[in-house]
């Protein structure tokens, strides 16, 4: 790659894009091509421990960026093979871009009307699997899973409008309906 897009100048676009924008749709549909750019310029700012992935957990995520009132949140995620998380979401809006290798999303929509605690019915809307260079955008209430069903580490860059442990996020068990708290652990990255 010719063009030398950092994390750093990805950084300023998003500051930049929040504050133009009047709604989330705008927000997603001008940060997924920046996202695409960073990860196509991947060279110049992946790290190789940004592939080391917490065999107990399946998966790692280490930080880029924060702003100090924890907005824009942009981590690189890895994922070892066989690796499905649970069915989760954000509590914010999100864009997730492939780094290397690739990774299965799948994406529910929540249906009920969010009075019963602790449960919540979900509905399938779609795959789609991420490789290097594509990028998603999931809205305010989009529920996935990220499934690694290569036999190589995925690396993915992911874009939160807040860093997910300062959002009210929760899983599903699909079978039950049954709703948890969803909190991971970050690294430095
Ligand atoms: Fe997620």
Request: proline letters at 4%.
């Amino acid at each position: 790659m010719s063009e030398n897009y950092t994390v750093q100048d990805y950084v300023a676009d998003l500051r930049a894009t929040v504050a133009a924008a009047e709604t989330e749709s705008e927000i997603l549909s001008t940060v997924r091509p920046l996202a695409q750019k960073l990860v196509n310029n991947r060279d110049a700012w992946i790290k190789p421990e940004h592939y080391e992935v917490d065999q107990t957990r399946g998966s790692s995520l280490y930080v880029l960026h924060e702003e100090e009132d924890h907005t824009l949140m942009v981590f690189a995620a890895c994922f070892k093979p066989g690796r499905v998380t649970p069915v989760h979401d954000h509590g914010t809006w999100a864009v997730v871009a492939g780094v290397d290798g690739e990774e299965k999303n799948t994406i529910y929509l929540r249906t009920d009307d969010g009075a019963k605690p602790d449960y919540a019915e979900i509905q399938y809307r779609g795959d789609k699997v991420v490789r290097q260079g594509d990028a998603i955008g999931m809205p305010s209430g989009t529920f996935h899973t990220v499934s690694n069903e290569s036999d190589e580490v995925s690396v993915s860059l992911h874009t939160y409008g807040m860093n997910t442990n300062h959002t009210v996020r929760c899983q599903i068990d699909p079978e039950t309906g049954k709703v948890e708290e969803f909190k991971i652990p970050l690294r430095e990255g």
